[in-house]
């Protein structure tokens, strides 16, 4: 069974930088790099928003308007992982964040990790 | 951007009894390949979104038959025949034909 796993969360404060990342669980790192891999990030008692969308050679990427120019996906194949690196946070930017392997839907999910953007 | 919309926002719902959800697009979600890219997630409390329907009325790996996906163009609908206790949550559909867009979603309560 595929399981993604984020980290990298934490809180920071207005104007700083924080790096996510989503790797898969120990039975399903050999295909990781398969998988297409989609950011969501849900802030307190709202729904989720898509962020970002990477693709299997990382060939396609794609931002939400709201992130685009301050976060960058990639992936590191050797390491097994995608990375989301948060320039510019802002308050709003408080979120959950999960990683999502998109496969006809966004089928896999992680349990998110959490960035807190405060002063 | 493509906007999507949902109702009722909030639905009650009677174990046992059928319920259903309407999803509305701004624009046709349909792609020249032929496929219609409308999902639909549940959320339940405390967990991450998990996929019930993709591409309008595919039903994900594990999800009960009672859930079912149809529509086409702009209007969706997601129908559960009969309603279970575990079926509580937070409903969204989801268009993935411009990146993703999530709908404002449904509140599922008993």
């Known amino acids: 069974e595929v399981q993604l796993v984020e980290s990298g969360g934490g809180l920071v404060q207005p104007g700083g930088s924080l790096r996510l990342s989503c790797t898969a669980s120990?039975?399903?790192?050999?295909?990781?790099?398969?998988?297409?891999i989609n950011w969501v990030r849900q802030g307190p008692g709202k729904g989720p928003e898509w962020i970002s969308f990477i693709s299997r050679a990382g060939t396609t990427i794609l931002y939400a308007d709201s992130v685009k120019g301050r976060f960058t996906i990639s992936r590191d194949a050797a390491e097994n992982s995608v990375s989301l690196q948060m320039n510019s946070l802002r308050v709003e930017d408080t979120a959950v964040y999960y990683c999502a392997r998109y496969y006809g839907g966004l089928d896999y999910w992680g349990q998110g990790t959490l960035v807190t953007v405060s002063s | 951007d493509i906007v999507v919309t949902q109702s009722p926002l909030s639905l009650p719902v009677t174990p046992g009894e059928p319920a259903s959800i309407s999803c509305r697009s701004s624009?046709?979600?349909?792609?020249?390949?032929?496929?219609?890219?409308l999902d639909w997630y549940l959320q339940k409390p405390g967990q991450s979104p998990q996929l019930l329907i993709y591409?309008?009325?595919n039903r994900a790996s594990g999800v009960p038959d009672r859930f079912s996906g149809s529509g086409s163009g702009t209007d969706f609908t997601l129908k559960i025949s009969r309603v279970e206790a575990e079926d509580v949550g937070i409903y969204y559909c989801?268009?993935?034909?411009?990146?993703?867009?999530f709908g404002p979603g449904t509140k599922v309560e008993i």
């Open positions: 591409l309008t009325s």
């Open positions: 989801v268009q993935a034909l411009e990146k993703w867009t």
């Open positions: 624009q046709s979600l349909l792609h020249s390949s032929g496929n219609t890219y």
């Open positions: 120990t039975a399903s790192k050999g295909t990781f790099n398969n998988y297409e």
